[in-house]
Nanobody, 130 residues
Framework: QVHLVESGGDAVQAGGSLRLSCAAS????????????MAWFRQVVGKEREGVAT???????TYADSVKGRFTISKDNAKNTLYLQMNSLKPEDTAMYYC????????????????????WGKGTLVTISS
């Protein structure tokens, strides 16, 4: 079973930067982070979980409008680690940030199919003060 551990969360002032990491382990032989669509989510107590950014196996990225231009998702396949670089942080970015991994299950021509049942980390807390 894939195990994800987030780290890098901290308390910083608005305008500052943080880099979150998600270390992945427990892969079946022959699999690594490049076998998964990776993503970052965040959640505030009392509110619904919000998608932040995704990175698929073709290197394509997506971002929530609220973080576009400020956050960057990336990965290091050799280290089996996912990253989220967060710049120009705002108080509204305060949340618990979670890493997710959705395994590739099939390929057909140029189409990649994923499991739809991602693994999740336990989260790392980010607190941004004014």
């Amino acid at each position: 079973q894939v195990h994800l551990v987030e780290s890098g969360g901290d308390a910083v002032q608005a305008g500052g930067s943080l880099r979150l990491s998600c270390a992945a382990s427990g892969f079946t032989s022959g699999y690594n982070v490049n076998s998964y669509r990776m993503a970052w989510f965040r959640q505030v107590v009392g509110k619904e979980r919000e998608g932040v950014a995704t990175l698929d196996t073709n290197g394509r990225t997506t971002y929530a409008d609220s973080v576009k231009g400020r956050f960057t998702i990336s990965k290091d396949n050799a280290k089996n680690t996912l990253y989220l670089q967060m710049n120009s942080l705002k108080p509204e970015d305060t949340a618990m940030y979670y890493c997710a991994a959705d395994q590739v299950v099939a390929l057909s021509h140029c189409t990649v199919y994923y499991s739809g049942m991602p693994y999740w980390g336990k989260g790392t807390l980010v607190t941004i003060s004014s």
